[in-house]
């Protein structure tokens, strides 16, 4: 008995080591709260920023809208039936008359049946990702898609 | 000493942890209370603003793709009432550049800043140009009488501008009756502006946004409004227009108006009438439209078409095989139908005719005479073939479908027959007698006239189609009316030829009805023609409201058909007779 209380004594650490331990212990754990502390803050922070960003961009995009919808009006007075007769008399262009007109016929020639403003309903293009999936994936999707579908990385290498 | 230790710290253990209970159970009061609930609604209420987010309405252009309604910024002009330094000089200002009322601009910016008054609106619609006047004023007004602080200098301080989208129309009056116009509150009034309001207007959204940049969202994609390609071409339009006004000059007439169709789709190329509103200012519209001046004459107004409706009695009766070109009709000047007795336009007998010199002669007699030989049934049933009494569809606002008495009505009487057959007692509208004469132009189809080319919506053009309205009469009869109709106005050399070019045509004169009966001092002059014949490009109509100049069509309408034809053919790039001869003998 007294042979073991030796041994046991012998190998304990001095209460000052323990005390130490514990400390270091604590320490390590306020830095590392302090870590995550100041990481969280710096990606809210850099979140916060980028949401003002945002915000400042989507006002910027109604101004444009807006200064777009504004020019195309301004162009069409410029352009407009009274402004272009008034100019072509200054240029001193004059009306003609039906037997001032010489008509030729040019072989091939078909005269286009309707402007065309806006793409036609049958064709459409292919969507463009903007943002690519590395921004968007989780961990674990981007692991299962390297582990289960190698070959998408060669696929994507080709893409234009 | 180690007791006295214990006990101490043991007791501040115990007021500690009482302190954190306290604390935690205040926390939780606070959480749970009634109040709560509210201070955290106050504060989500000032933590973002709901927004509307409004589409541009959608463009109208005309088939050459030139704009012919569009958006334009304009301002609301608005004070924030904690930094108004002088209300006295903004109502000023406001008064000078944007014709705003003093008193109740000042009123505005007096107002005493508070927890519910915090802006006010001075004006709307503030121009581009008004707003950098402003701006220029402001810091004019800097510069001269210094720095904030001073209570009595001259300043524009808490001025603030708020852009928006507003209804433009760069071609002013061009079309205006075609378009109708947008109001303050983007509501659409007439024309196509009505009709497709919804279409045009796109839908608003109301979303939240929060100014915390955190919490900020992806604004929701809200569609524009889609936009119209019309079948006008502004070019023929505005020609059409000029000679309106130059018609009702020389004429004398109330108002006139012009159609042009194409009759192998309908598609309306211009439609010109008069009073015209600049419809960038709308707000002039009962003082151009005084009384019931109709907006949009084109649909909106009826009248009796008088002898131009002789072509579809006519048409009727030869497709009916109740007369043939080469029947003969004796005119004694006078005829009884139903029991009224119904004489020509001069009052004259015409003797012999055939049905040539009926219409070349403009016989009202004979041409009742061949609405009994069809009888009323058919005589009906082919009117309303041909459109007459009914709405065409057209898409423009406010249309009128117009009156054909039938058989079997209460106002119906066996003599309207005979009235009916010579355009009298029955309305019609421009566009109704326009589509029922495309039959004739158009082999025998009726074509519904078109005014929207195209609609674009979500970034796509989805074209409409030509639509045929029924075949009212055959191939062979329209062809039998269009040589009729061109030999008449060939032999009576009317003024409604064109040198070069071979028409089809008739002219037409109404009396107006009124409360006590037809006036004969005042009519209606109107002619609906088509050419060229062998490949008809276009059906005109002509309307002048009661001459004075001259009662009669073929004197003050026939000539403006001549007009409108020899503009047409520049701009639609139509070859004369001859030299279409040349250029197919040449391929």
């Given at each position: 008995?007294y042979?073991?209380?030796?041994?046991?004594?012998?190998?304990s650490?001095?209460?000052?080591?323990?005390?130490l331990?514990?400390?270091?212990?604590?320490m390590l754990?306020?830095?590392?709260?302090?870590?995550?502390?100041?990481?969280?803050?710096?990606?809210?922070?850099?979140?916060?920023?980028?949401?003002?960003?945002?915000q400042?961009?989507?006002?910027?995009?109604?101004?444009?809208?807006?200064?777009?919808e504004?020019?195309?009006?301004q162009?069409?007075f410029?352009?407009?039936n009274?402004?272009m007769?008034?100019?072509s008399?200054?240029?001193?262009?004059?009306?003609?008359?039906?037997?001032?007109?010489?008509?030729?016929?040019?072989?091939?020639?078909?005269?286009?049946?309707?402007?065309?403003?806006?793409?036609?309903?049958?064709?459409?293009l292919?969507?463009?990702?903007?943002?690519?999936p590395?921004?968007?994936q989780?961990?674990t999707?981007?692991?299962?898609?390297?582990?289960?579908n190698?070959?998408?990385?060669?696929?994507?290498?080709?893409?234009? | 000493?180690?007791?006295?230790g214990?006990?101490?710290y043991?007791t501040?253990?115990?007021?500690?942890?009482?302190l954190a209970?306290?604390i935690?159970?205040?926390?939780?009061?606070?959480?749970?209370?009634?109040?709560a609930?509210?201070?955290?609604?106050?504060?989500?209420?000032?933590s973002?603003?709901?927004?509307?987010?409004?589409?541009?309405?959608?463009?109208?252009?005309?088939?050459?793709?030139?704009?012919?309604?569009?958006?334009?910024?304009?301002?609301?002009v608005?004070v924030?009432?904690?930094?108004?330094?002088?209300?006295?000089?903004?109502?000023?200002?406001?008064?000078a550049?944007v014709?705003?009322?003093?008193?109740?601009?000042?009123?505005?910016?007096?107002t005493?800043?508070?927890?519910?008054?915090?802006?006010?609106?001075?004006?709307?619609?503030?121009?581009?140009?008004?707003?950098?006047?402003?701006?220029?004023l402001?810091?004019e007004m800097?510069?001269a009488?210094?720095?904030?602080?001073?209570?009595n200098?001259?300043?524009?301080?808490?001025?603030?501008?708020?852009?928006?989208?507003q209804?433009?129309y760069?071609?002013?009056?061009?079309?205006?009756?075609?378009?109708?116009?947008?109001?303050?509150?983007?509501?659409?009034?007439?024309?196509?502006?009505?009709?497709?309001?919804?279409?045009?207007?796109?839908?608003s959204?109301?979303?939240?946004?929060?100014?915390?940049?955190?919490?900020?969202?992806?604004?929701?994609?809200?569609?524009?409004?889609?936009?119209?390609?019309?079948?006008?071409?502004?070019?023929?339009?505005?020609?059409?227009?000029?000679?309106?006004?130059?018609?009702?000059?020389?004429?004398?007439?109330?108002?006139?108006?012009?159609?042009?169709?194409?009759?192998?789709?309908?598609?309306i190329l211009?439609?010109?009438?008069?009073p015209?509103?600049?419809l960038?200012?709308?707000?002039?519209?009962?003082?151009?439209?005084?009384?019931?001046?109709?907006?949009?004459?084109?649909?909106?107004?009826?009248y009796?078409?008088g002898?131009?409706?002789?072509?579809?009695?006519?048409?009727?009766?030869?497709?009916?095989?109740?007369?043939?070109?080469?029947?003969?009709?004796?005119?004694?000047?006078s005829?009884?139908?139903?029991g009224?007795?119904?004489?020509?336009?001069?009052?004259?007998?015409?003797?012999?005719q055939?049905?040539?010199?009926?219409?070349?002669?403009?016989?009202?007699?004979?041409?009742?005479?061949?609405?009994?030989?069809?009888?009323?049934?058919?005589?009906?049933?082919?009117?309303?073939?041909?459109?007459?009494?009914?709405?065409?569809?057209?898409?423009?606002?406010?249309?009128?479908p117009?009156?054909?008495?039938?058989?079997?009505?209460?106002?119906?009487?066996?003599?309207?027959?005979g009235?009916?057959?010579?355009?009298?007692?029955?309305?019609?509208?421009?566009?109704?007698?326009?589509m029922?004469?495309?039959?004739?132009?158009?082999?025998?189809q009726?074509?519904?006239?078109?005014?929207?080319?195209?609609?674009i919506?979500?970034?796509?053009?989805y074209?409409?189609?030509?639509?045929?309205?029924?075949?009212?009469?055959?191939?062979?009869t329209?062809?039998?009316?269009?040589?009729m109709?061109?030999?008449?106005?060939?032999?009576?050399?009317?003024?409604?030829?064109?040198?070069g070019?071979?028409?089809?045509?008739?002219?037409?004169?109404?009396?107006?009805?009124?409360?006590?009966?037809?006036?004969?001092?005042?009519?209606?002059?109107?002619?609906?023609?088509?050419g060229?014949?062998?490949?008809?490009?276009f059906?005109?109509?002509?309307?002048?409201?009661?001459?004075?100049?001259s009662?009669?069509g073929?004197?003050?309408?026939?000539?403006?058909?001549?007009?409108?034809?020899?503009?047409?053919?520049?701009?639609?790039n139509?070859?004369?007779?001859?030299?279409?001869?040349?250029?197919?003998?040449?391929?």
């Amino acid at each position: 008995m007294y042979r073991v209380q030796n041994i046991t004594q012998a190998y304990s650490q001095a209460p000052w080591r323990k005390q130490l331990q514990w400390i270091g212990l604590f320490m390590l754990a306020l830095i590392l709260i302090a870590m995550v502390a100041g990481i969280y803050l710096s990606v809210s922070a850099q979140a916060s920023s980028a949401g003002r960003e945002i915000q400042i961009m989507y006002a910027e995009m109604e101004e444009i809208r807006r200064n777009i919808e504004d020019m195309e009006s301004q162009i069409a007075f410029m352009t407009s039936n009274t402004s272009m007769e008034a100019r072509s008399q200054e240029l001193g262009f004059t009306r003609v008359s039906s037997e001032d007109i010489f008509y030729v016929v040019i072989p091939g020639y078909r005269k286009p049946d309707q402007i065309e403003i806006a793409g036609s309903p049958g064709v459409s293009l292919p969507e463009i990702p903007t943002v690519s999936p590395e921004y968007t994936q989780s961990l674990t999707d981007w692991l299962s898609e390297r582990i289960f579908n190698p070959a998408s990385l060669l696929v994507k290498e080709v893409e234009p | 000493m180690n007791s006295i230790g214990s006990w101490r710290y043991t007791t501040l253990g115990i007021l500690l942890t009482a302190l954190a209970f306290f604390i935690i159970v205040q926390m939780l009061r606070i959480q749970l209370s009634p109040q709560a609930e509210a201070l955290r609604d106050k504060g989500e209420l000032y933590s973002g603003t709901w927004r509307t987010l409004t589409p541009a309405r959608g463009q109208i252009y005309d088939r050459r793709g030139n704009l012919l309604a569009g958006n334009r910024t304009v301002y609301e002009v608005g004070v924030v009432l904690g930094e108004v330094e002088n209300p006295s000089t903004i109502a000023l200002a406001l008064n000078a550049v944007v014709d705003a009322d003093y008193d109740q601009v000042f009123a505005a910016a007096s107002t005493e800043p508070s927890g519910e008054a915090v802006y006010a609106t001075l004006a709307r619609f503030v121009t581009e140009d008004q707003k950098q006047r402003l701006d220029q004023l402001s810091d004019e007004m800097e510069l001269a009488y210094g720095e904030r602080g001073d209570s009595n200098r001259p300043s524009l301080a808490g001025l603030i501008f708020d852009p928006r989208l507003q209804r433009s129309y760069p071609e002013k009056d061009l079309a205006s009756n075609i378009l109708g116009f947008v109001n303050w509150e983007g509501e659409g009034f007439f024309g196509v502006e009505e009709k497709f309001d919804n279409e045009l207007s796109g839908f608003s959204e109301r979303v939240w946004i929060p100014f915390d940049p955190n919490r900020v969202e992806e604004f929701p994609d809200v569609p524009e409004g889609s936009s119209l390609i019309l079948t006008i071409d502004r070019v023929i339009q505005a020609e059409m227009e000029k000679i309106v006004e130059s018609a009702m000059e020389e004429s004398g007439s109330e108002s006139a108006t012009i159609m042009v169709m194409d009759p192998e789709t309908g598609d309306i190329l211009a439609a010109a009438t008069s009073p015209r509103l600049d419809l960038n200012e709308f707000w002039r519209y009962d003082e151009v439209f005084e009384g019931s001046t109709p907006f949009n004459r084109v649909v909106s107004e009826t009248y009796e078409p008088g002898s131009i409706f002789k072509v579809l009695t006519m048409a009727a009766a030869m497709d009916g095989g109740a007369v043939k070109p080469k029947t003969s009709f004796l005119d004694t000047g006078s005829i009884e139908v139903g029991g009224t007795t119904i004489r020509n336009w001069n009052s004259g007998a015409w003797g012999p005719q055939d049905m040539l010199g009926c219409m070349q002669h403009s016989l009202n007699v004979c041409l009742a005479w061949v609405a009994t030989q069809l009888g009323a049934n058919q005589f009906y049933q082919y009117m309303q073939d041909f459109g007459v009494g009914r709405l065409t569809g057209v898409d423009m606002a406010g249309e009128n479908p117009g009156r054909l008495k039938l058989p079997g009505d209460e106002d119906w009487y066996e003599a309207d027959l005979g009235t009916n057959s010579f355009g009298q007692g029955v309305a019609v509208t421009p566009v109704q007698m326009l589509m029922a004469v495309s039959a004739l132009a158009n082999e025998g189809q009726m074509i519904f006239p078109r005014i929207v080319l195209s609609i674009i919506d979500d970034g796509k053009q989805y074209n409409t189609s030509p639509r045929i309205s029924g075949e009212p009469i055959t191939p062979k009869t329209a062809q039998k009316l269009t040589d009729m109709l061109t030999t008449s106005l060939v032999v009576e050399s009317s003024s409604a030829l064109i040198e070069g070019y071979t028409v089809a045509g008739k002219t037409g004169t109404a009396e107006i009805p009124t409360p006590f009966g037809y006036t004969s001092n005042q009519t209606n002059a109107s002619f609906v023609g088509w050419g060229p014949v062998d490949d008809p490009r276009f059906v005109v109509f002509v309307w002048l409201e009661k001459p004075t100049t001259s009662p009669w069509g073929s004197v003050v309408a026939a000539p403006v058909f001549r007009q409108v034809v020899e503009r047409l053919v520049v701009l639609m790039n139509i070859p004369n007779d001859e030299m279409k001869a040349q250029l197919l003998e040449g391929q």
